[in-house]
């Protein structure tokens, strides 16, 4: 299937988000080569900069293969802002749908058109603390295990550095590099032709998210922690954390109730006499 042209829109945005990419970040991609050439595919990319979808999107138009990222659909009717998003191809999702697939039915059509629908597995910019990619959601397994279409693990660094996580203010200077190692794609065909079940996504998944964490590894030099931060888990302990202040609070006030008791008998008694 022959690859979608460009197109006014996409070149348009190049040239205005290209020049300040250039002068601020840098540049280290490596694993071009793994971006197919024709069909439909995803990137699988982890998410640690509210400026890493533009730098990301610079890599890729680079190899000529532009990607259509998923967007909330309220984004699409905003003036400027939504012509632009419908004329580069991008994708709302439409968060309302009660129905997991068809809130991806979009990037599906797109897939099966030849196109490169570009995910971020995490659904936000992680919060592990030291940057390691999060778990992941399982939108990019539906899709893949709907089309067969190649997934390939892209890992980036260096937009974080720029800008970290929920920061108000870049950090301009010294001048940060932007790192980019793409993958060969996810060998996902042990999940193929089986009933779509909430284990089978999320096992294929997790096997998703192991490959962008090794490639991110290799771009940093140094091993990520065995078990990927889980925001859920994160949730539950920390109100595990609270229950128990909270028990040991009520505890300590019931043991000082008890403890001043005695001392107040002590002293009506003695006003008695």
Known sequence: MPRRRIGFWYRFAAVICKPPLVVLLRRDWRGM?????????????????????FAYAHFQYNTGRVPRFLAK??????????????????????????????????????????????????GTLTRDPA??????????????????CPVIPVAQWGCNELLPPYAKKPHLLPRKTHRVLAGPPVDLTRFYDREMTTELLKEATEVIMAAITRQLEEIRGEKAPEMPYDPRRERIEQRRRTQAQTQRGTQQSASQVQSAQPAQSAQEEGLGK
């Not at 793994?34 to 982890?46: D, R």
Request: aromatic residues 8%; contains cysteine; charged residues 20%.
């Open 33 to 53: 080569e793994h971006i197919p050439a024709e069909g439909g595919f995803i990137t699988a990319v982890n998410h640690n900069s509210h400026i890493d979808p």
């Open 73 to 122: 659909s309220g984004l699409f009717n905003k003036g400027f802002v939504g012509a632009a998003m419908r004329g580069t191809g991008q994708i709302p999702v439409y968060r309302e749908s009660t129905d997991a697939l068809s809130a991806f039915r979009a990037a599906i059509e797109a897939v099966d058109r030849g196109e490169c629908v570009a995910f971020y597995p995490e």
């Open 131 to 148: 940057g390691w990619p999060m778990t992941g959601k399982t939108g990019a397994a539906r899709v893949a295990l709907q089309t067969k």
